[in-house]
């Protein structure tokens, strides 16, 4: 089985729109709370979109409740608690995508989900470009950061698994409800590290920039993006699609480069097209695997 070039297209797509996406993030950081700016995305991406569209069919509310307890804390909350801690916003985006490796290793285990020797070595190439781009890299991390966002990375993996067990059919409705479940979690974590004094400012702290992320983040990058990304998930084996999730880091530094002047050395050119070529062995793995079959 492979992905089909339309569906191969839209998920380089959502790898594109996420890796951009840590710009957008910067610039709501800019002016608000890291706490405030993930509890204002979830919050915006069930309200008011919950009062019009109708509950998911054939989901339990403990499903929902779980993927959004699972996804807006336990993914973007843990990932803010790590920043709290020191660990910069690159370096947490790059050990984010050590999801995949979880999402592969998790479907082979619990749904017995096939991974093949080609695969094996796309593996090995990604997580090589990974570490080349993490030594490389000036900015500061912390012990307890990377292992919060290793966490998070986890904590993606189980939602990727929930969308594979459960199936939902109506992908959007499932986002915006789920999404409710997240919102008394963050807002829990907000006032814990944070206090009151985030919510008191708000209103004085609120930029035309800020509007931009949030809007950007709720309906590009959550609604419109997972539901690309779930669906994917929920028609292909994870082998298939959770390594297009290792081009997030890339398409961060293209965009950087391409939009903001950063300059890429060869050492990142090098880990770039060790990525490129490990996603390639991942998506072509059936193609490769019949041709070595035939020679042998």
Known sequence: MRLSKMDLCAGLAVTIIWGANFSVIGLGLQSLNPFVLTLLRFTFCAVPLVFFIKRPPGVSYATLMTYGVLFGAGLWGVVNVAMYHGLS????????????????????????????????AGMVFCAIG????????????????????????????????????KQPEDMVAFIVWSSLF????????????????????????????????????????TIVGYRIWNNLMK??????VAPLSL????SGLLTAYLFFDERLGSGQGVAIALVFIGIALFVNSTGIATRLARRA
Do not use: H
């Open 89 to 120: 916003p690159g370096m947490a985006s790059v050990f984010l995508q050590f999801s995949a490796f979880f999402t592969i290793l998790m479907s082979r285990w619990f749904l017995n989900e096939p991974i093949n020797r080609i695969q094996g």
């Open 130 to 165: 990974l570490l080349i781009i993490l030594q490389l890299t000036d900015e500061v991390s912390t012990s307890l950061g990377i292992l919060l966002v290793l966490l998070a990375a986890l904590s993606w993996s189980l939602c990727n698994l929930i969308i594979k067990v």
């Open 182 to 221: 997240s919102i008394p979690v963050l807002l829990l974590m907000t006032y814990w590290f944070e206090g009151a004094a985030p919510l008191r400012n708000l209103v004085a702290d609120f930029t035309w920039g800020a509007g931009f992320s949030i809007v950007f983040q709720c309906y590009v990058t």
């Open 235 to 240: 028609k292909y084996p994870a082998s298939l």
């Open 247 to 250: 081009m997030v880091p890339v």
